[in-house]
């Protein structure tokens, strides 16, 4: 059982940039064991896979945000960071964390465990 807590979002206008972290606890498997995601998403639409790190630390973003998002994670930590810069208000959306064990899948409906969600406003 993995729970998460993400934290860090806020607002900034466009061009900014923000942090967002997600810290986990585990009571099963050791964290570096899972793959974790980032997603987000906006009222009426699906969640988005934003940006994946597996177990390996191979990392896989979704287009719109390449070169600008940065994923990593901090296995001693028990943390997924997102480091986000120059950030657009299409940017704008709920920030989830998500963990699965072992495999690394884009769809939302494969993730396990999630957390509570972290808001992110660009204005423009």
């Known amino acids: 059982q993995v729970q998460l807590a993400e934290s860090g979002g806020g607002s900034v206008p466009t061009g900014g940039s923000l942090r967002l972290s997600c810290a986990a606890s585990?009571?099963?498997?050791?964290?570096?064991?899972?793959?974790m995601a980032w997603f987000r998403q906006t009222p009426g639409k699906d969640r988005e896979a934003v940006a994946r790190?597996?177990?390996?630390?191979?990392?896989y973003y979704e287009d719109s945000v390449k070169g600008r998002f940065t994923i990593s994670r901090d296995n001693a930590k028990n943390t997924l960071y997102l480091q986000m810069n120059n950030l657009q208000p299409e940017d704008t959306a709920m920030y989830f964390c998500?963990?699965?064990?072992?495999?690394?899948?884009?769809?939302?409906?494969?993730?396990?465990?999630w957390g509570q969600g972290t808001q992110v406003t660009v204005s423009s």
């Open positions: 790190i597996a177990r390996d630390t191979s990392t």
């Open positions: 998500a963990a699965q064990f072992f495999v690394c899948p884009s769809g939302a409906s494969t993730y396990d465990y």
């Open positions: 585990d009571s099963g498997p050791t964290y570096s064991t899972y793959c």
